[in-house]
Each structure stands twice: as C-alpha cells, then as structure tokens.
C-alpha cells in the first residue's frame, strides 16, 4: 500500500493540495495536518487533486468533510478534482458530491 503524500501550492489565487496514495484511518493526522498547513500557508480556497489518490476511506471523508467546514467558515471554499471512479463512488455513497463540488479535472476546478 503506498503511503499518503500531501503536497501544496498556490495557483492563481486558489490552494491547490495534492494527495497521492492511499488514505485510510492511519494517515488521516497526516492529512489533517497537512490541509491545515496548506490553509495557513496559501489560504482558505482549496481545490483538492484527487487524481492519484487510488483509495479512501471513511476516516479520509471525515477529514475531508472538516476541512470544507472549516474553509466554508472562514469565507473559502473546497473543491474536490479529478477523483478516480472508486474514490467517486464513495463521494456518491455518502451523498458528498452533493454537498462539496466535485470537478472531473484539476483544470476544470481551477477555471473560474
């Protein structure tokens, strides 16, 4: 299984955090963190590049679920691209897609 990487940067006023591996309940303190950090260091509007992501699970949702709270609180907003067909599909299941917006590419989510 490969570990989770998070990485971040800044693109056109939007902050652009990349996960890449698998996210599971073991590594959603890492994500956490690293969502937090991103926060801090690029601002409140995030756009989450799900493409290498090749599975997550619930504790990864929840991650996710607090991070759109906290961004939508503080005046951001969390977009969700390019999230492979399993990792959709469990957007769908717990009706997410419906409440965070899910685009089908990074280029799509980061077009105004």
């Known amino acids: 299984m490969p570990p989770l990487q998070v990485t971040a940067r800044s693109d056109g006023g939007r902050t652009v955090v990349r996960l890449c591996g698998e996210l599971d309940i073991a590594c959603t303190e890492d994500l956490r963190r690293g969502l937090d950090a991103a926060r ?4 409140e509007d ?9 599975f997550m ?4 949702l929840s991650v996710i679920v607090a991070c759109y709270k906290a961004a939508t609180a503080a005046g951001g907003s969390l977009t969700l691209a390019g999230p492979r067909p399993i990792v ?6 717990t ?3 419906r409440r ?3 685009k089908a ?4 989510a980061l077009t105004p």
């Open 40 to 43: 801090r260091e690029h601002g």
């Open 88 to 93: 959709r599909r469990a957007l769908e299941i």
């Open 100 to 102: 965070i917006p899910v």
């Open 57 to 60: 699970d619930s504790g990864g």
């Open 46 to 54: 995030l756009v989450l590049d799900l493409a290498d992501l090749e």
């Open 105 to 108: 590419t990074l280029q799509e």
């Open 95 to 97: 009706g997410l897609h």
